[in-house]
């Protein structure tokens, strides 16, 4: 049943990003980034840890190439430092970096893996953050650059590009609450933040369409999708605001109707820069497909917060029997912005793996799993344009101010020996073969 509802060019794959799995941050002339700065700022993440080995990726890149092909999926999804290929983030390319993604393309191409590449996630150039980061308006042409460039030395084998991954995470969570890098608590910047990335994912698709790349672009979208706390007027607006603020229509509005939510209005006109109206228009410049996470929460109303709405989660894994409020949740989108192409990325799911006698017995993420297949499978019997499926993780890693002590992966890596232990999930039937 599930072969005649997907496809056979259905993407069943997998993702990482650069710094979570990479290691190896400041090799070969690489410079650093503001992960790499932060991870080793005492007291920004769990017990100290950082990514300077991680999963060692740089170095044994070629054997996990082959361990996505031994697990069967079709795509790779992950992303390029950006301060491997230019270490100050702009100026000088640094070519032994450019010569790691280039090896590693070739190898998933060589695997029949296609491989579908970020060009951003959360790592930026430290140089850059000096200059102000994301709030310096002049990042839209430091990443147009940057873009480009990927896309003359990578764009004959990279057919799949996405800009950046959550931008919503980077200015909210970096720049207004400050939990990741660069660590600021300013929600001046985290608007500012918001409106340059828009800027520059504008820049990237206009370098994608003018360079002629036979592929496709989009971008990825955390979105969670809130409901009233109660039937309060106040909380019912709130739900409103946030649904705005946390869902796809903050960045999907002004990449294709080149305005902000009118829900916002009373934020936009607080928090954005001055003069932000002038570059609406060159913010609209539509994409090719939308990557999704999605989740859920609940919204109430907050006097005292900046937002003016308080917000809690509830994480999709425990949401895995939600398919109406899924499939609803994606056809609004599909339909709104008349989207050719989703792609979903299941938000994944900690657990407290262990090695027993070789084996990693993970019930609770197969469990996860399993549900948001028949979630999916569903969908694209309904017929929601899903395109492809990415489960994070590959393999556990650096989970950003969590260290080490979170396991999101269908892998298990020992970080003392680098041994990768496939688990239950990943051995499961989750790709419709």
Same mark, same amino acid.
């Given at each position: 049943?599930?072969?005649?509802?997907?496809?056979?060019?259905?993407?069943?794959?997998?993702?990482?990003?650069?710094?979570?799995?990479?290691?190896?941050?400041?090799?070969?002339?690489?410079?650093?980034?503001?992960?790499? %700065?932060?991870?080793?700022?005492?007291?920004?993440?769990? #017990?100290?840890?950082?990514?300077?080995?991680?999963?060692?990726?740089?170095?044994?890149?070629?054997?996990?190439?082959?361990?996505?092909?031994?697990?069967?999926?079709?795509? +790779?999804?992950?992303?390029?430092?950006?301060? /491997?290929?230019?270490?100050?983030?702009?100026?000088?390319?640094?070519?032994?970096?450019?010569?790691?993604?280039?090896?590693?393309?070739?190898?998933?191409?060589?695997?029949?893996?296609?491989?579908?590449?970020?060009?951003?996630?959360?790592?930026?150039?430290?140089?850059?953050?000096?200059?102000?980061?994301?709030?310096?308006?002049?990042?839209?042409?430091?990443?147009?650059?940057?873009?480009? !460039?990927?896309?003359? /030395?990578?764009?004959?084998?990279?057919?799949?590009?996405?800009?950046?991954?959550?931008?919503?995470?980077?200015?909210?969570?970096? +720049?207004?609450?400050?939990?990741?890098?660069?660590?600021?608590?300013?929600?001046?910047?985290?608007?500012?933040?918001?409106? @340059?990335?828009?800027?520059?994912?504008? @820049?990237?698709?206009?370098?994608? %369409? *003018?360079? @002629?790349?036979? &592929?496709?672009?989009?971008?990825?979208?955390?979105?969670?999708?809130?409901?009233?706390?109660?039937?309060?007027?106040?909380?019912?607006?709130?739900? =409103?605001?946030?649904?705005?603020?946390?869902?796809?229509?903050?960045?999907? *509005?002004?990449?294709?109707?080149?305005?902000?939510?009118?829900?916002?209005?009373?934020?936009?006109?607080?928090?954005?820069? =001055?003069?932000?109206? #002038?570059?609406?228009?060159?913010?609209?410049?539509?994409?090719?497909?939308?990557?999704?996470?999605?989740? #859920?929460?609940?919204?109430? !109303?907050? /006097?005292?917060?900046?937002?003016?709405? =308080?917000?809690?989660?509830?994480?999709?894994?425990?949401?895995?029997?939600?398919?109406?409020?899924?499939?609803?949740?994606? #056809?609004?989108?599909?339909?709104? +912005?008349?989207?050719? *192409?989703?792609?979903?990325?299941?938000?994944?799911?900690?657990?407290?793996?262990?090695?027993?006698?070789?084996?990693?017995?993970?019930?609770?993420?197969?469990?996860?799993?399993?549900?948001?297949? *028949?979630?999916?499978?569903?969908?694209?019997?309904? &017929?929601?344009?899903?395109?492809?499926?990415?489960?994070?993780?590959?393999?556990?890693?650096?989970?950003?101010?969590?260290?080490?002590?979170?396991?999101?992966?269908?892998? +298990?890596?020992?970080?003392?020996?680098?041994?990768?232990?496939?688990?239950?999930?990943?051995?499961?039937?989750?790709?419709?073969?």
């Amino acid at each position: 049943m599930t072969e005649k509802i997907l496809s056979d060019d259905f993407l069943w794959g997998v993702a990482t990003s650069a710094y979570q799995i990479e290691g190896s941050p400041l090799a070969d002339g690489s410079g650093p980034s503001i992960w790499h %700065r932060f991870s080793h700022t005492p007291g920004t993440i769990y #017990k100290g840890d950082t990514g300077d080995v991680a999963c060692d990726h740089y170095n044994r890149y070629k054997a996990d190439v082959q361990l996505i092909k031994s697990l069967g999926f079709k795509a +790779y999804r992950f992303s390029i430092s950006w301060s /491997r290929i230019f270490p100050y983030g702009k100026g000088r390319v640094n070519e032994k970096g450019m010569d790691f993604y280039d090896k590693l393309v070739d190898e998933l191409l060589k695997a029949e893996i296609v491989p579908f590449a970020t060009l951003y996630h959360w790592d930026l150039p430290a140089a850059l953050q000096d200059l102000g980061g994301w709030t310096n308006r002049d990042v839209a042409n430091w990443f147009g650059d940057y873009a480009d !460039y990927l896309f003359q /030395r990578l764009g004959d084998r990279v057919k799949y590009w996405s800009t950046i991954n959550e931008p919503w995470v980077i200015a909210v969570m970096g +720049y207004m609450y400050g939990v990741h890098a660069p660590g600021i608590k300013d929600i001046f910047a985290a608007f500012s933040a918001i409106h @340059n990335q828009l800027r520059s994912h504008s @820049n990237a698709v206009r370098a994608f %369409r *003018e360079r @002629n790349i036979n &592929g496709k672009i989009g971008i990825t979208l955390s979105n969670r999708d809130h409901q009233s706390a109660s039937d309060d007027q106040k909380d019912l607006n709130a739900a =409103k605001i946030a649904n705005a603020f946390f869902n796809y229509p903050l960045f999907l *509005e002004p990449i294709f109707n080149g305005s902000y939510p009118k829900e916002m209005d009373y934020l936009i006109n607080a928090y954005m820069p =001055k003069g932000y109206e #002038k570059d609406l228009d060159e913010i609209k410049m539509p994409v090719d497909f939308v990557i999704n996470y999605y989740s #859920k929460g609940t919204a109430s !109303y907050d /006097r005292d917060d900046p937002l003016g709405f =308080k917000s809690t989660v509830n994480l999709s894994q425990d949401n895995t029997n939600a398919y109406f409020d899924f499939y609803g949740f994606l #056809k609004n989108l599909q339909d709104t +912005y008349d989207l050719k *192409e989703t792609y979903f990325t299941i938000g994944g799911i900690d657990c407290a793996d262990m090695v027993e006698n070789g084996k990693v017995h993970d019930k609770k993420r197969i469990d996860f799993l399993k549900s948001q297949k *028949e979630m999916i499978v569903k969908a694209v019997k309904d &017929g929601l344009k899903l395109k492809g499926c990415f489960i994070w993780s590959l393999m556990d890693n650096f989970e950003w101010s969590f260290g080490y002590s979170k396991r999101f992966g269908i892998v +298990y890596v020992d970080y003392k020996t680098q041994k990768r232990v496939v688990k239950d999930s990943g051995k499961m039937q989750i790709r419709g073969d």
